[in-house]
């Protein structure tokens, strides 16, 4: 796999003229979108000030004039910069992600399966909308590999009857196939308890969740730090979770600098890195040519697809040949 | 009415610790089990590697009689625990030294059969280690409960004693070179 700044000069070099095409485009849809939000800013003052010049009060219809404005500016932004996205998508992504692995298939549009990331049961809420974008599936040394954004929602209404949408989960889904056979299921999630209250009261909140499988507890203490484990087979928990295994996937958590959450169920590996925000999107207010912007695809990209080597799900235990 | 809360819940607080008492000896019993099916899967593979290894493996005789008479103590009814934990151990040593004396014979290190075995082998050793380090932490739960206050008390009455934990050998207790290991 090449190297972050081989893919660097790639970036630079080979995609240039792209770049250079895909920046003006920027500018021209910058200007758009700051004259929309502009136009849409004014208008919205102006019907402010008449309703006030008329009644002399202030009254819930400012509210309402302000959430049309921006429910307006998110449609019109949308459609703004949807040519110019899907034009960075092809020219700049898709080469990016055939430059790291030829083997791989990338899908602007398409996402991860809901029922593959219910089947993880990483998360126990209700998912109520799921929506997704920047499919890259295929083989990395044999090993069959699939990623994506990931957007998952959850509904209620409070008591007055309003709906509200809480996010679940948003970021980075991963699924792989692990090189050890296993029957049960295992779940390595964030420590959130034993960070809040220490290790013996969140040891005990944790052994008496009763939502979750049983509590394994594993012999290294930075990744017991880290990590809590909940399984359905204590054996087999820890049959996945080598002392090798439990560095690596401790490494993966500082590399990304986010929460991720680990499940192993059907022979499967699936991983999801909680980013909290869309990835490969496409900057209208910052350079393509600033080093940060390019800095931020290829690192992504990189390690997503690294995941099978940083890993080593491709070394195969001897059974699984 | 005062006295009776207080009544109800000490009953409570006992409950609780008995059951959690047995609930940590149960624990360690069920993962022994889990320990004695994948040991028991590595005691039927041995006859299969002494008889494919044993025509190159003339200098290495007492070995392979070594692991073929800890076999048969093993398979024996009726031993404790403890003596299969002990075996364990010293098969675990044995079988360790048969595979580094296969490498002295190339025959033998292409030998389709003693490659299966070797693969087969490997790998029922990480199940037994994973079963081993599922073990010894039961048992840990399980002694701290009845060597901590307030449940040793309980745990004195129910005549419950300390178990032993499986010992790794020398080379797991080698510190992971963490460094090393990320530049392979």
């Known amino acids: 796999m090449k190297s972050a700044s081989e893919l660097t000069d790639y970036y630079y070099t080979e995609l240039y003229d792209s770049l250079q095409e895909l920046e003006q485009e920027r500018h021209a849809v910058r200007k758009k979108v700051l004259t929309l939000f502009g136009i849409l800013g004014a208008l919205s003052l102006l019907i402010i000030a008449f309703i006030y010049n008329s009644c002399h ?33 092809e020219k700049i992504i898709r080469p990016l992600i055939e430059a790291i692995e030829k083997e791989l298939h990338y899908a602007p549009d398409a996402f991860i399966p809901q029922s593959l990331f219910q089947f993880s049961h990483l998360f126990d809420k209700r998912v109520d909308r799921f929506r997704g974008n920047d499919l890259v599936r295929g083989q990395i040394d044999g090993i069959s590999l699939q990623f994506s954004d990931i957007h ?15 996010t679940i989960f948003q970021g980075l889904f991963i699924v792989a196939d692990f090189n050890k056979h296993f029957k049960g299921r295992t779940l390595i999630l964030p420590d959130l308890a034993e960070n809040l209250f220490g290790s013996y009261i969140g040891g005990m909140l944790q052994s008496r969740n009763f939502t979750k ?21 204590q054996i087999e928990a820890r ?37 909290d925000k869309d990835l490969f999107e496409p900057t209208v207010f910052a350079s393509l040519l600033s080093i940060e912007q390019a800095m931020g ?15 080593k799900l491709n070394e195969k235990l001897w059974s699984k040949v | 009415m005062t006295a009776l809360i207080i009544l109800a819940v000490i009953v409570v607080i006992i409950v609780l610790m008995y059951n959690s008492l047995v609930a940590k000896k149960n624990q360690v019993d069920n993962i022994f089990a889990g320990i004695d099916a994948v040991l028991k899967k590595r005691y039927n593979l041995i006859p299969n590697l002494v008889s494919s290894v044993q025509q190159y493996m003339q200098h290495e005789r007492g070995i392979l009689e070594k692991v073929t008479e800890l076999r048969s103590q093993a398979m024996k009814p009726g031993i404790s625990d403890e003596q299969k934990i002990v075996l364990d151990k010293q098969i675990t040593s044995a079988l360790g030294s048969i595979m580094v004396a296969v490498e002295n014979y190339p025959d033998l290190k292409a030998n389709e059969n003693v490659m299966h075995l070797q693969r087969s082998l490997s790998e029922i050793e990480a199940q037994i280690a994973a079963a081993r380090r599922a073990y010894n932490q039961a048992v840990t739960d399980y002694n701290n409960a009845i060597e901590m206050i307030p449940t040793n008390i309980l745990a004195n009455m129910m005549h419950y004693t300390r178990k032993q934990v499986f010992e790794i050998t020398e080379d797991e207790r080698k510190n992971v070179d963490v460094g090393a290991l990320f530049k392979q």
């Open chain 1, 57 to 89: 009060c202030f009254n819930e219809s400012f509210i309402w004039i302000g959430v049309g404005a921006t429910t307006i500016g998110g449609f019109g932004y949308r459609m703004l910069v949807s040519g110019y996205r899907s034009g960075f998508k």
């Open chain 1, 152 to 166: 998952a929602e959850h509904r209620s209404r409070d008591s007055k009857g309003r709906t509200h949408w809480s």
């Open chain 1, 239 to 275: 049959y996945i979770l080598t002392h090798t295994m439990m560095q690596r996937l401790l490494k993966l958590k500082n590399d990304t600098g986010s929460k991720i959450y680990v499940s192993f169920n059907g022979e499967k590996i699936m991983i999801a890195v909680d980013y």
């Open chain 1, 297 to 311: 695809y290829i690192r992504t990209l990189r390690s997503s697809i690294g995941i099978v080597e940083e890993l």
């Open chain 1, 213 to 233: 499988d049983q509590l394994v507890k594993m012999d290294d203490p930075a990744f017991e730090k880290a990590f809590v484990v909940y399984g359905t087979d």
